[in-house]
């Protein structure tokens, strides 16, 4: 029933959004964003001002970001939706208390809707929830599933009412992407990582094998074990730790080199650095006892 009253209540949103664009053929402010794009100042200010979190404006459009906030917050129903609850326990407007929305889980979903439930939809650590503009009106335009949380149902998301929302002008998209990306982080979502507001964790380093005697000439070093947070391949790079006894390293750029040990007995230190693909690096070291004294 839910399902149908957001679906009902987003269908006069696009009359409003069109009403909007009309505005154009009046003499109206207009406030030009670095984007290239107009907006009316008007809506740029109010947005700016019914905006229920403080904004980052750091490399963004302030007209554009306005304007998006003007769209999110007082022509859509984007809170009713991706906010839970909507509104905090003393500024519920539905029980005649002056308007207070849920600041501290603004965007960050958590509303079920039968087998779904709203997404947290605020910027993480690592950026945008969308990843980029790109994405965004992929998802906006045609409604995919970039999560692909519920294969089994539907490729395209349900409930929200993107059928309405791809008819929105790129200004207009651009300016709520512009918006969503400048608000807080939040943590908490279904299928989030964790610690999504705070620094992203890096990749383990695993090298081996550990505390390892040995009287062949030639062995197989392993860091198969590191491992990245978000499962992308890692780059390998293998070396002599400093100060110790040089042996040759052969493929020092992949998971498992090989090592030759020129002379012995003597312990060889070894360093593996992993990096992932944002460039984030860890690093271990491991030990080989090499004891054969000839050959």
Same mark, same amino acid.
């Given at each position: 029933?839910?399902?149908?009253?957001?679906?009902?209540?987003?269908?006069?949103?696009?009359?409003?959004?069109?009403?909007?664009?009309?505005?154009?053929?009046?003499?109206?402010?207009?406030?030009?964003?670095?984007?290239?794009?107009?907006?009316?100042?008007?809506?740029?200010?109010?947005?700016?001002?019914?905006?229920?979190?403080?904004?980052?404006?750091?490399?963004?459009?302030?007209?554009?970001?306005?304007?998006?906030?003007?769209?999110?917050?007082?022509?859509?129903?984007?809170?009713?939706?991706?906010? %839970?609850?909507?509104?905090?326990?003393?500024?519920?407007?539905?029980?005649?208390?002056?308007?207070?929305?849920?600041?501290?889980?603004?965007?960050?979903?958590?509303?079920?809707?039968?087998?779904?439930?709203?997404?947290?939809?605020?910027?993480?650590?690592?950026?945008?929830?969308?990843?980029?503009?790109?994405?965004?009106?992929?998802?906006?335009?045609?409604?995919?599933?970039?999560?692909?949380?519920?294969?089994?149902?539907?490729?395209?998301?349900? #409930?929200?009412?993107?059928?309405?929302?791809?008819?929105?002008?790129?200004?207009?998209?651009?300016?709520?992407?512009?918006?969503?990306?400048?608000?807080?982080? #939040?943590?908490?979502?279904?299928?989030?990582?964790?610690?999504?507001?705070?620094?992203?964790?890096?990749?383990?380093?695993?090298?081996?094998?550990?505390?390892?005697?040995?009287?062949? %000439?030639?062995?197989?070093?392993?860091?198969?074990?590191?491992?990245?947070?978000?499962?992308?391949?890692?780059?390998?790079?293998?070396?002599?730790?400093?100060?110790?006894?040089?042996?040759?390293?052969?493929?020092?750029?992949?998971?498992?080199?090989?090592?030759?040990?020129?002379?012995?007995?003597?312990?060889?230190?070894?360093?593996?650095?992993?990096?992932?693909?944002?460039?984030?690096?860890?690093?271990?070291?491991?030990? #080989? %006892?090499?004891?054969?004294?000839?050959?």
């Amino acid at each position: 029933m839910k399902q149908n009253r957001v679906r009902q209540l987003a269908m006069p949103l696009l009359a409003v959004v069109f009403t909007i664009g009309a505005i154009g053929m009046f003499d109206v402010p207009i406030a030009e964003a670095q984007s290239g794009y107009t907006y009316d100042a008007d809506a740029v200010q109010k947005g700016l001002s019914i905006s229920p979190v403080p904004l980052n404006f750091a490399g963004r459009d302030r007209n554009q970001v306005g304007y998006g906030s003007y769209l999110v917050n007082a022509m859509g129903g984007c809170n009713d939706c991706h906010t %839970n609850p909507n509104y905090s326990a003393d500024g519920d407007p539905f029980k005649g208390m002056p308007k207070k929305i849920n600041v501290a889980g603004y965007m960050a979903g958590g509303i079920a809707f039968g087998p779904f439930t709203s997404r947290n939809i605020t910027p993480s650590v690592e950026g945008p929830v969308t990843g980029s503009l790109t994405n965004f009106k992929a998802l906006m335009r045609t409604g995919v599933d970039l999560r692909k949380l519920h294969p089994q149902i539907s490729t395209l998301l349900q #409930v929200m009412p993107w059928p309405v929302y791809q008819d929105l002008a790129d200004r207009d998209l651009d300016a709520i992407f512009a918006f969503l990306s400048s608000i807080p982080c #939040v943590e908490g979502g279904p299928e989030e990582k964790p610690n999504r507001c705070g620094t992203p964790a890096g990749p383990t380093a695993v090298a081996g094998p550990k505390d390892l005697t040995t009287f062949s %000439n030639q062995i197989q070093l392993d860091g198969t074990k590191s491992a990245s947070t978000d499962g992308s391949p890692l780059k390998y790079r293998w070396s002599n730790a400093a100060g110790s006894a040089v042996a040759a390293l052969s493929n020092a750029d992949t998971a498992t080199p090989i090592v030759q040990f020129p002379t012995g007995p003597a312990p060889y230190i070894f360093d593996l650095t992993v990096t992932d693909s944002a460039g984030r690096s860890a690093t271990d070291k491991v030990t #080989v %006892n090499f004891a054969r004294t000839a050959f």
